[in-house]
């Protein structure tokens, strides 16, 4: 019977908190929420002549976009690119790509307009050796370069996957440096002492060579590439100058006699082969123009490219023509993807990739709109007498009338001002190749954007990392909001301090450190100007600060002012103090360090800075009150150690970022990555994968200090009576995630769900309330609020946040509160990017969405007429019995 | 269950450490070059009713996305370059969905499939091989929107606050002013009157005798209390 009533009890919190709270109603898809898509930076493109473009990408990644606006026809995402790349991309009746990790090669044939796939079959190599692949007339060739000795050359069928023969051995003891070899078409080619010594594949297996020195060459600073053409070619590039070098099947070559750029193209024209390269203009403002060149006259018709934008370093992928109409497929630096017409030279469509890699997000609150300003500045200490005052109202109220009567507060929704329940914002978005965006949250455009040349970002624990600071909000209004990028130098490795306005996209200043930057952080004080300073240690153990004048804000916190730092390298995580700061120069010095030995730390969590805990403590059914440990300098960390018994050993600990002191520490064996931690409050969540059972565990944490509070006021790192109690407890995850991060709202009053992105393509949201650990310390039982304790986490289709919508490959969810309690944004980022807005405990502070205006309205007419009736009725009543 | 694990974990410590050093050599070499391919087919909910271009809409992905499968024309997949051991297939449409698999397959090469239990891992509900994954059904992520009903208005408090005044204020006084009404009425309670006994006497009589009771009660508690 309890058995029986558990499993109701189960079913019926089931229905409670599934079917009711958070699913979306069908009609609300695409009201509040929006999805793009991304396919990566391009490698391989081919168009040909049915529209479509069908494109390889560093994400590896296989799609085919339209031509006519850039949209993704269809997409399919191959192995983690992180290991596999694709080698090969061909197209003829259906695309045929080749991808893998250096050891196992899958060969794919895919559908040109479906994307379905054809067949699949595998190359599996007993070494690791440098690969080159190439098509011939139904063969797939495969070349594998030994440097100094020979090639290996291997021929399959390209439908079946048939080897024909045996592998061939070729000797090349010319064969030296593999990045000065190339292959086109049925040549292997390399660069080696000022010739170029090729082989034809096929045939005889002889070497050529052509020797530059004839046509007054040197090879030095000389680079090869492969040239995709009907004939096989190579290109020759020095100095940003390059040759088209022609190789005939038997043997001989021929150098074209045109100097071209090294973005060259060969696109046919009817009967006509041309060249169309790309180059920039030294007068016209440095304008870049297309050069369409006859192969065999040698006539020439360039273009200029008509655009406002900036264009960084385009390069050309592949062209169409038909007559002197051309469609040219352009990548620039900045990994935006353009089309550009020929002969207008007007850019048709533009997909900006970068946004396939997002290191570093950030949420921006809009200004105050004018109106609401002029208001807010009613009461400016300088403004004069009274009736300076009364006639600045009587403007302000005037101007609020006439926007009201024009209606035009709808058009707020267009222009960048703050809304009222602040769902409005703008994201900051740094990307891996240094281009910064900022997408509008309402409808997902972009703002405005800007390509930082030579910037990388730094490597985080497990992945690449910028570090993104909101320096001061737009609450501030006369004061423009102020933010700080940190990226690496691609050349250097120094760090570069970008400060810029995210509304306008104004720069403010840019920063070059003269040292790689090991950490940083706001201060959470702020200056006069509303300004939190950020302090940047280098790894000269230098302190930075930004802006300089901060030094004696920093001075005047120096005994509150804590930071710690994880070092990858060194396995440690080390805690610095600013107490010898000076009133000239900052100085953190080393307080504390854990070193964690022989394991690597890999993930850690600490809590988001701008939560606020609204409960201190929690009611138990006897009316005591059970405190939280609350402490804002917590620090959760796992790590992975090599065992030779248990495999991979997790530990997991809290550490106190002030003093250094392990407050809890928990052990798991047999556990792999990927490991997730969530920090909120006083509890966290962890998620590793358990390979004893092969799932994906879920651990709940619950801090509480106890019955009494130590400090109801201010909680002090080192004023420790007693460690905290923790209770815990471990769930089953039914799926794998990729990123997890928990809601965040203004007040912390709304219950908190969980948003784990999984594999499988959903981001699903699980309520705290049902992960909560209950032991023999914490509170229990159902009249506590409890539900009863179940293994495995249920995950229904109804709590996906992005309903059908797959999302693949995410790499991180980002949250910010909207102004209403009730509403948390959410930022989804990876291969698509998502957003949508999250209500874990209903809009409660919203009426709803079907709520009925019109009845409300009705009933209070049909209210007042009728007491208007019956008043009328009951005195003629009243009229007539007074008569009797 | 744990417990009696617990309990074995000792007793087999020393056997298990023997064969692991016996067999790491040779593990290693059959391991890199022992590599397996799942099979298997993925069938439309209908035929008939299947968007035509699901094939390329559906992926396959082992183990999370460690391993990846596409589907075929006719819904067959192949999933290359798979080393031994256990698998948990699932695959993904965002129409329908299908019940992932475990996939386990030994060093010598023995391919089994299995329903997914995270809960009890050792339980074995056995499925075939090569797989055949029909789906549960289709996918529900949406709530469904309650439809606007006559009786919904009529019954929703604003109205029967609006309504049922208007009744008894204007219907009620009109019903007892007719004559005939009136005289139904009489005959109503006449007929009641007859069928049950006086309800008001019941009541007061039930209510004089609790109250009797109580007096009595209070007075006994008030005496011991002086």
């Known amino acids: ?884 | 269950m744990l417990g009696k694990e617990l309990l074995l974990v000792p007793l087999l410590l020393p056997i298990f450490i023997n064969s692991i050093i016996a067999t790491n050599e040779s593990n290693e070499e059959i391991e890199i070059h022992r590599l397996y391919t799942i099979e298997g087919k993925v069938y439309p909910p209908d035929v008939l009713f299947s968007r035509p271009n699901w094939q390329a809409n559906t992926r396959i992905i082992v183990n999370g996305g460690e391993y990846i499968g596409f589907v075929k024309e006719d819904g067959s997949f192949v999933i290359h370059n798979i080393p031994s051991g256990s698998y948990i297939l699932e695959v993904l449409n965002s129409e329908y969905t299908y019940e992932p698999v475990r996939v386990e397959i030994n060093t010598k090469g023995k391919f089994r499939a299995r329903k997914v239990n995270h809960v009890q891992t050792s339980l074995v509900i056995q499925l075939p091989y090569p797989l055949k994954l029909k789906p549960i059904g289709r996918t529900k992520y949406f709530q469904i929107r309650e439809q606007w009903r006559i009786t919904d208005f009529l019954f929703s408090p604003m109205v029967l606050m609006m309504v049922l005044p208007l009744v008894f204020l204007m219907v009620l006084p009109k019903m007892l002013n007719d004559p005939e009404t009136r005289k139904e009425l009489e005959q109503v309670q006449s007929l009641t009157k007859f069928e049950m006994p006086e309800m008001t006497d019941l009541v007061s009589n039930f209510l004089a005798g609790q109250g009797q009771h109580q007096t009595k009660k209070t007075s006994k508690s008030s005496k011991k209390r002086q």
């Open chain 1, 1 to 884: 019977m309890d058995y029986f009533k558990s499993i109701l009890l189960e079913f019926l919190i089931f229905l409670l908190f599934f079917n009711k709270t958070f699913a979306l109603y069908e009609d609300q898809v695409d009201k509040f929420d929006w999805k793009q898509s991304y396919i990566g930076k391009i490698e391989f493109a081919n168009l040909d002549s049915l529209k479509k473009i069908i494109v390889a990408t560093e994400e590896n990644v296989i799609a085919s976009l339209n031509l006519k606006n850039g949209q993704i026809v269809w997409r399919q995402v191959l192995e983690n690119p992180l290991e596999h790349r694709i080698k090969l991309l061909h197209v003829q009746k259906e695309a045929v790509s080749v991808s893998g990790d250096g050891h196992n090669w899958f060969v794919r044939g895919w559908d040109l307009s479906s994307g379905t796939l054809l067949r699949e079959w595998t190359i599996h190599l007993d070494k690791n050796m440098t690969s080159y692949f190439t098509v011939s007339e139904n063969k797939l060739l495969h070349i594998a370069a030994v440097p100094h000795s020979h090639i290996e050359l291997s021929k399959y069928h390209l439908l079946s996957g048939q080897n024909s023969g045996k592998s061939i051995k070729i000797n090349g003891p010319w064969i030296k440096d593999l990045t000065q070899c190339t292959i086109s078409g049925l040549f292997f080619a390399c660069l080696d002492e000022n010739k170029v010594k090729y082989i034809n594949l096929l045939q005889e297996q002889k070497m050529y060579a052509y020797d530059l020195s004839d046509v007054g060459k040197e090879s030095e600073s000389m680079s090869i590439l492969p040239f995709k053409s009907t004939e096989s070619s190579v290109i020759l590039v020095k100095n940003d100058n390059a040759k088209v070098l022609r190789l005939n099947p038997d043997g001989s070559f021929y150098l074209l006699p045109y100097e071209v750029s090294p973005s060259v193209v060969s696109a046919t024209n009817g009967e006509q082969n041309i060249l169309l390269h790309i180059s920039q203009m030294v007068e016209n403002n440095g304008k870049y123009q297309i050069t369409n060149l006859d192969t065999l006259t040698g006539e020439e018709i360039v273009f200029t490219i008509e655009t406002n934008k900036e264009f960084w370093q385009p390069n050309i992928l592949c062209a169409i023509c038909k007559g002197t109409a051309c469609r040219v497929l352009v990548q620039t630096l900045d990994n935006s993807l353009s089309v550009i017409q020929l002969p207008s030279g007007k850019i048709v469509w533009t997909r900006e990739e970068a946004l396939s890699q997002i290191v570093a997000t950030e949420f921006v609150e809009l200004p105050v709109s004018p109106l609401d300003a002029s208001i807010e500045h009613e009461f400016d200490i300088g403004s004069g007498g009274v009736i300076d005052m009364f006639k600045k109202r009587i403007t302000s109220q005037f101007n609020q009338l006439k926007l009201l009567m024009s209606g035009s507060q709808t058009t707020t929704n267009t222009t960048l001002w703050r809304d009222d329940f602040g769902l409005h914002k703008l994201i900051v978005l740094v990307t891996k190749v240094g281009k910064l965006f900022v997408l509008d949250t309402l409808t997902g455009n972009i703002v405005w954007s800007k390509y930082l040349p030579n910037t990388s970002p730094f490597d985080g624990l497990n992945n690449q990392i910028a570090a993104l600071f909101v320096q001061r909000t737009a609450r501030h209004h006369p004061l423009s909001p102020q933010c700080i990028v940190l990226m690496k130098s691609s050349i250097s490795g120094n760090g570069i301090v970008y400060i810029f306005d995210p509304i306008t996209g104004n720069v403010v200043n840019v920063k070059y450190l003269s040292s790689p930057i090991q950490q940083a952080m706001l201060m959470p004080q702020e200056t006069e100007n509303f300004l939190k300073p950020l302090i940047i240690f280098t790894t000269e153990g230098l302190v930075e600060l930004v802006p300089e004048s901060a030094i004696m804000d920093l001075y005047s916190y120096r005994h509150v002012l804590f930071m710690f730092n994880i070092n990858k390298d060194r396995k440690s995580i080390s805690g610095y103090s600013f107490r010898h700061s000076t009133e000239k120069e900052a100085k953190a010095t080393l307080k504390w360090n854990v070193d964690f030995g022989p394991s690597e730390v890999v993930s850690y969590g600490i809590r988001p800075a701008s939560e606020i805990v609204h409960s201190q403590g929690r009611v138990l059914g006897d009316r005591s009150v059970l405190y939280k440990y609350v402490n804002p300098n917590l620090i959760a960390l796992s790590t992975l150690t090599d065992d030779p018994l248990h495999k991979n050993v997790h530990t997991f600990y809290l550490i106190d970022g002030v003093s250094g002191l392990v407050i809890y520490s928990a052990c798991h064996k047999r556990t792999r990555e990927p490991i997730h931690i969530i920090h909120s409050e006083n509890w966290l969540v962890y998620t590793y994968f358990n390979e004893r059972f092969r799932r994906t565990e879920v651990v709940a944490l619950e801090l509480y200090e106890g019955s009494f509070q130590s400090n109801s006021t201010h909680f002090s790192s080192h004023a420790i009576s007693q460690l905290p109690h923790v209770e815990s407890q471990a769930y089953i995850l039914p799926a794998v995630a990729s990123a997890a991060t928990v809601t965040l709202t203004e007040r912390g009053i709304t219950s908190k769900h969980l948003l784990f992105a999984l594999t499988n393509g959903a981001v699903t949201q699980v309520p705290w309330m049902i992960m909560e650990p209950r032991g023999a310390f914490g509170p229990s039982g159902p009249e506590e609020g409890f539900i009863p304790y179940v293994p495995e986490l249920p995950l229904p289709p109804e709590a996906n946040i992005n309903y059908n919508q797959s999302l693949l490959r995410v790499r991180g969810i980002s949250v910010s509160p909207a102004r209403l309690e009730s509403t948390c944004l959410v930022l989804v980022h990876g291969l698509d990017l998502f957003y949508t807005r999250v209500a874990p405990s209903k809009t409660f502070d919203l009426l709803k969405e079907d709520f009925d205006h019109g009845l409300i309205v009705m009933v209070l007419v049909g209210l007042t007429i009728a007491s208007f009736v019956t008043k009328y009725l009951a005195s003629q009543k009243a009229v007539r019995q007074m008569w009797k």
